[in-house]
């Protein structure tokens, strides 16, 4: 029989159960606690929202996932997160497009466009602005007829830098320092042309293409006469996807990890939307990019670092210490892609990753074995693998960081199986002779070909 224990020594407040009465003053424990202590309409809520959602990703994915980014456009972790789950889920998300963009995501095709909203310095009122004007006179074809057609104060300079860097304007014209250069001229140019109009003076070349009537001549013509800087060369792709990130709070683009996301499945390393999921005191390896360094020398004069972790799900801070950072320090730079391994800690409600190993991905390399399908499950075969791969894994395994990938079957069927962390080798070219010897077709591949 349940036992009958007072609200008030539990320290508890009533719970409330459709469709049960009693009186809220006590609660029922061995085992009536579990049906008692939530409020059944909400299960029922709870369930057949998660149907309707889970009914739009499996049929809507594209809409669904706009939707999903919009609502939380104000969070940059999580807007990162869910452009991560769109690119696992095949689906691309587009740079802002100056003619196209709306004020939220937009599910276009198979494709979601980015927001002007998620624009840094970008208000709401110049974007009313330029949708207000493109959709009464059509898109803009360039930066000249953009600075001429807006008004200038609702769509400030600011906002004109923000929308170049971060890609708005490429399908007018994709050399962004180009633009750059061109803008202070533009825009001095256009203000002088709203100046004109106010007072009724139309420009000498609007007034010749316009035969001579100021009245009639187009509202788009003259835009060929704007003032141009001299022609540079646009900027390197990293700086362009530095400035992307610092506009959008992430890279919408490219990303630097983005090349390596498909050949890194096979190494299995873990995301930092997921960080904190992971066990403690298991050793675990993610590949990431550096996105900043802050060296921190300890009252011993040692050398350390805090550095902040990024990929295509999200960022985490990680520490490394000095016992590591002796080590492998000259990997610890900024803008760096890296294969880490360590382990999570969790302190004060927070997680973050201890390194104790890191490697540039241009140097990360595996060791593929191929086995025949029929021997893949011999006992005996597996114990001669078994027993060369611990022989290469040095005087120490705990360092022995290269991961060894099973082949299994032909070109047509082929699967691949990535042995456990305790079957890593220390030397790839090593392990590869090694088991060349015992007779297996084995070689080392990069994680990214030249």
């Known amino acids: ?41 909400h299960s029922t809520a709870y369930g057949f929202v998660t149907f309707q959602t889970a009914y739009l990703k499996a049929n809507y994915p594209v809409e669904y996932m706009a939707a999903l980014l919009t609502s939380n456009s104000g969070d940059q972790d999580k807007v990162q997160m869910h452009i991560g789950n769109c690119i696992a ?41 330029i949708l207000k004007n493109r959709e009464a006179d059509g898109p803009f074809k360039s930066l000249a007829e953009l600075c001429d057609r807006v008004d200038l104060h609702a769509v400030n300079r600011r906002a004109l830098e923000s929308l170049i860097l971060a890609g708005a304007l490429d399908k007018i014209d994709p050399n962004r320092n180009q633009l750059m250069q061109d803008l202070e001229l533009v825009i001095d140019w256009a203000q002088g042309r709203a100046k004109d109009r106010e007072i009724g003076q139309g420009n000498l070349f609007d007034m010749m293409l316009g035969g001579g009537d100021t009245q009639a001549a187009s509202p788009t013509s003259g835009y060929e006469t704007a003032p141009k800087a001299p022609l540079v060369a646009d900027f390197e792709a990293q700086e362009k996807l530095r400035q992307e990130k610092e506009l959008l ?28 999921e992971q066990p403690d005191n298991v050793t675990l390896s993610a590949i990431v990019i550096l996105a900043s360094v802050k060296p921190v020398v300890t009252k011993k004069g040692d050398r350390m670092a805090i550095v902040q972790l990024e990929d295509l799900t999200g960022q985490s801070e990680a520490v490394v210490f000095p016992k590591s950072f002796e080590r492998i320090g000259q990997h610890i730079v900024a803008d ?33 074995v191929e086995l ?60 590869v002779n090694a088991l060349v010897k015992a007779d297996f077709k084995a070689k080392a591949t990069p994680l990214i070909s030249a």
């Open 89 to 129: 889920m095949g689906i691309e998300v587009l740079p802002p497009d100056i003619n196209r963009s709306l004020v939220d995501f937009t599910p276009e095709g198979k494709s979601i466009l980015f927001g002007l909203s998620a624009v840094r310095n970008v208000g709401l009122g110049a974007i009313e602005c």
């Open 1 to 41: 029989m349940a036992k009958i224990v007072s609200r008030q020594s539990l320290g508890v407040q009533p719970v409330y159960d459709i469709g049960v009465a009693r009186d809220h003053n006590f609660l029922l424990t061995d085992g009536q606690v579990a049906s008692n202590c939530f409020n059944k309409s």
């Open 336 to 368: 760096k892609r890296l294969m880490i391994w360590g382990k999570v800690d969790r302190r004060d409600d927070r997680v973050q990753f201890i390194i104790d190993d890191a490697e540039s991905i241009e140097d990360v390399r595996m060791v593929m």
């Open 372 to 431: 025949d399908p029929r021997l893949a499950g011999d006992i005996e075969q597996q114990h001669r693998l078994r027993n060369v791969i611990r022989n290469n894994q040095g005087d120490d395994p705990k360092y022995a960081r290269v991961p060894v990938i099973a082949v299994i079957g032909g070109n047509q069927q082929r699967q691949f199986v990535r042995l456990g962390a305790q079957f890593r080798v220390k030397d790839p070219e090593a392990a």
């Open 249 to 276: 709070g992430f890279y919408i683009s490219d990303h630097p990890l983005k090349s390596v996301q498909r050949s890194a499945r096979v190494l299995a390393p873990i995301n930092l939307a997921e960080l904190h």
